[in-house]
């Protein structure tokens, strides 16, 4: 009986401890969390909404609207990696992968002026890289950058264009 | 034969093994997680079964549950309570992938790295992996000899001035 209350009262205090170190940590960090994330697909791409988080929801269309933008003749940018996107994107769209991008930005930052109108998207409301795609694009002086949460998933399943 | 086996895990030697084991390997296993929070939480969100509004309090606290319970059993202090923990968070892992392969959906454990998207763990080497360490985590529970190597002196706990639990 004693050693149980002695274990318990052991992990009392290790818990105390831990949770202590966990808050005090996550607000001193740079790399801090808020303590409620958005979690909600309904409500747009998901985020643990961390302190210097690049997911802004002001960027954030849908598919009605970017397809608006793609009747329009708007510039789309896929954010997907280079092999998804040779495997099928938004017709017309300009493959930017996120994670090679200031190698493959040169030529499009020659091509395009900074006020042009450019839609970024990835696979989905799961996915934060074309919030990322975007964020990249406004530090190098786009001025008018949105995202297209549903991503070519929703694009295709919809029949609209794309192609390999 | 059953001699044998309470002689081989009642030996000092083997406890102290399993806890340096679990306690480095909760230790190596947290860094990431608490370097990246942010990912933690994608990570648990990707369980899908933890409600929306818990998602981020858990990636905060979770690693430090981890750090705290593993340099407590690498140094002795507490062991039994850390190894109880630890096997709590194991139980909890296993429950949760076991769901998740019975549902048949696919995630990123994050056990000890990250994947890129699209990449997802096996299910039934992350189960076998974690029962494994469960067991271990029994050895220290259910250890009742002298501990060998434990912040404590002549038997007495340091900190708690009292036998390490």
């Known amino acids: ?164 | 034969m059953k001699t044998k086996l309470a002689a081989f895990f009642g030996n000092p030697y083997v406890e102290l093994a399993c806890r340096l084991f679990l306690g480095g390997l909760f230790v190596y296993s947290c860094v990431h997680k608490i370097m990246h929070p942010a990912d933690m939480a994608k990570v648990i969100y990707g369980y899908k079964i933890m409600p929306g509004v818990t998602i981020n309090v858990l990636a905060i606290m979770l690693p430090f549950f981890e750090l705290v319970c593993g340099l407590c059993l690498v140094f002795g202090i507490w062991p039994r309570s850390a190894a109880v923990l630890i096997n709590g968070m194991l139980l909890i892992f296993i429950v949760a992938i076991s769901y998740n392969l019975m549902r048949g959906l696919q995630f990123d454990c994050g056990c000890f790295g990250f994947h890129k998207a699209g990449e997802f763990s096996d299910p039934r080497e992350l189960l076998v992996r974690d029962m494994v360490y469960f067991g271990i985590t029994l050895v220290v529970i259910l250890y009742q000899g002298t501990r060998k190597f434990t912040i404590k002196t002549k038997n007495r706990c340091l900190i708690l001035n009292k036998t390490a639990a």
């Open chain 1, 1 to 164: 009986m004693a050693a149980i209350i002695n274990t318990s009262k052991g992990c009392i205090v290790i818990a105390l401890i831990a949770i202590a170190l966990a808050f005090i940590v996550n607000a001193l960090s740079p790399r801090g969390i808020a303590l409620v994330g958005q979690w909600d697909t309904a409500k747009g791409v998901i985020s643990a909404k961390a302190k210097h988080d690049f997911i802004n929801q002001a960027r954030e269309i849908d598919l009605p609207k970017a397809q608006e933008y793609f009747n329009e003749g708007v510039l789309f940018v896929d954010a997907r990696a280079a092999e998804d996107y040779a495997a099928g994107h938004i017709r017309g769209a300009i493959s930017l992968p996120v994670d090679n991008f200031f190698s493959v930005f040169g030529p499009f930052r020659q091509a395009y002026p900074d006020s042009t109108l450019i839609v970024a998207y990835c696979s989905g409301r799961e996915c934060p890289d074309s919030h990322e795609l975007a964020e990249n694009l406004e530090n190098a002086g786009y001025v008018h950058v949105k995202v297209f949460i549903d991503g070519f998933p929703a694009w295709k399943s919809e029949g609209l264009p794309v192609e390999n």
